[in-house]
């Protein structure tokens, strides 16, 4: 029996090693919130963030979601690969009147951080008549 439990610690231990040595996927962004500023309604605008994988697996993105309908994410649906980039676009096209506005983008992925949230803000503003 002892020599089954010596046995059984010294592949649970091997396992545990092989597994620490490798480094999963993870973003690093550029940045992870952009201001707009002030844009015209009804007008859509777009951002890209763009990001690198520093870690080691290829990084998969599962999901993209905007936290409204006024929110469009676009995403690289290919696996990056460590020292690669990608790029999430996000498209706002505000239709109320005029205000400040924040948005979220939740990322989900394979990555070290499963879940990432980037954020877009700014102020809509009437167009100008002529």
Not at 14 to 28: I, R, S, V, W, Y
């Amino acid at each position: 029996m002892k020599k089954i439990l010596v046995l059984f610690a010294f592949v649970l231990g091997l396992g545990l090693a092989a597994n620490a040595q490798t480094k999963p996927a993870e973003f690093k962004f550029e940045s992870e919130t952009h201001d707009f500023g002030k844009i015209v309604l009804n007008k859509p605008v777009t951002y890209d963030f763009k990001y690198t994988n520093v870690g080691e697996a290829p990084l998969i993105i599962t999901k993209a979601e905007a936290s409204c309908g006024c929110t469009v994410p676009k995403y690289t649906s290919t696996p990056i690969k460590k020292g690669e980039t990608g790029v999430i676009s996000v498209t706002f096209n505000a239709a109320a009147g005029p205000s400040t506005f924040s948005k979220a983008v939740t990322i989900t992925s394979n990555a070290k951080t499963p879940i990432k949230v980037l954020y877009i803000k700014g102020e809509t503003v009437a167009a100008s008549s002529k």
